[in-house]
C-alpha cells in the first residue's frame, strides 16, 4: 500500500533559520506528491506540487523536488518567518487509490 | 470562489445524539472526500465521492456513520449514534482532478460528552 512518512517534530528554528522538512514515501503506482499547511483552527492549504519525476514545486519561498530515486519529496525554505510556524503535512495522490495518503504532519515553531 | 464551505464550524453535543455535518464543495469539482483528523490518528479518510456517487467508504464505521450527496452542491456526514471517541475536527475536500491536489474547507469541530 501507500504511505508517507515525515518527522514529526516539533522543530523549533530561529527566524531567518534555513528550514528542511523530510518526507518520504512508498506508493504502488507513480503518486503525485503535495506539501499542505495547516494554521492553527484551520482547513490545510496546498502549499505546493509536484506531479513527476525532477520536479521542483515552489511557493511562498518554499520548494520541493520530486525525487524518484531517493522517494523523496523534501520541503525547504532559505530564511523562516515567525508566520510559517505552523503544521506542515506531506502526501500523495496515487492513481488508481482513493484519496490522499497523509504523513501525520510536522509542527514547526519559528521563534523570533 | 468561496472555497469548499462546511457548516457548522463547532457542534458540541451528548453522546447518544445524532449529528450532521455539511459540506459544499467548490463548483466543478467532481470529486469531494471526508476527512477526520484526530492527534492519535492523524487525518484518516473516511468516504469520498465521485460524480455524487460513493466511490469508497471502507474508513468510515458503517454502523453509526452515514455520507449522502444528493447533488453535486451538497453532501451531508451524518453519525448516528454519536459517542466521545467521535470527538474530532472533521474536514471536507473536492478535486475535479485528483494530480492536481485537493481544496479543504475549514472544518468542523465536533465535541461529544
Known amino acids: 500500500g501507500n504511505s508517507v512518512t515525515q518527522m514529526e517534530g516539533p522543530v523549533t528554528l530561529s527566524e531567518e533559520a534555513f528550514l528542511t522538512i523530510n518526507c518520504t514515501y512508498t506508493?504502488?503506482?507513480?503518486?503525485?506528491l503535495f506539501w499542505y499547511v495547516q494554521y492553527p483552527g484551520e482547513g490545510l492549504q496546498l502549499l505546493l506540487k509536484a506531479t513527476k519525476a525532477d520536479d521542483k514545486g515552489s511557493n511562498k519561498g518554499f520548494e520541493a523536488t520530486y525525487r524518484k530515486e531517493t522517494t523523496s519529496f523534501h520541503l525547504e525554505k532559505g530564511s523562516v518567518q515567525v508566520s510559517d510556524s505552523a503544521v506542515y503535512f506531506c502526501?500523495?495522490?496515487?492513481?488508481?487509490?482513493?484519496?490522499?495518503?497523509f504523513g501525520k504532519g510536522t509542527h514547526l515553531i519559528i521563534q523570533p | 470562489d468561496a472555497g469548499v464551505i462546511q457548516s457548522p464550524r463547532h457542534e458540541v453535543t451528548e453522546m447518544g445524539q445524532e449529528v450532521t455535518l455539511r459540506c459544499k464543495p467548490i463548483?466543478?469539482?467532481?470529486?469531494l472526500f471526508w476527512y477526520r483528523q484526530t492527534m492519535m490518528q492523524g487525518l484518516e479518510l473516511l468516504v469520498y465521492?465521485?460524480?455524487?456517487?460513493?466511490?469508497?467508504d471502507s474508513g468510515m464505521p458503517k454502523d453509526r456513520f452515514s455520507a449522502k450527496m444528493p447533488n453535486a452542491s451538497f453532501s451531508t456526514l451524518k453519525i448516528q449514534p454519536s459517542e466521545p471517541r467521535d470527538s474530532a475536527v472533521y474536514f471536507c475536500a473536492s478535486t475535479f482532478d485528483r494530480s492536481y491536489g485537493y481544496t479543504f474547507g475549514s472544518g468542523t469541530r465536533l465535541t461529544v460528552v
Open positions: 506508493a504502488t503506482g507513480y503518486p503525485s
Open positions: 465521492f465521485n460524480n455524487k456517487a460513493v466511490m469508497d
Open positions: 502526501a500523495l495522490s496515487d492513481w488508481g487509490a482513493d484519496g490522499l495518503t
Open positions: 463548483s466543478g469539482h467532481d470529486y
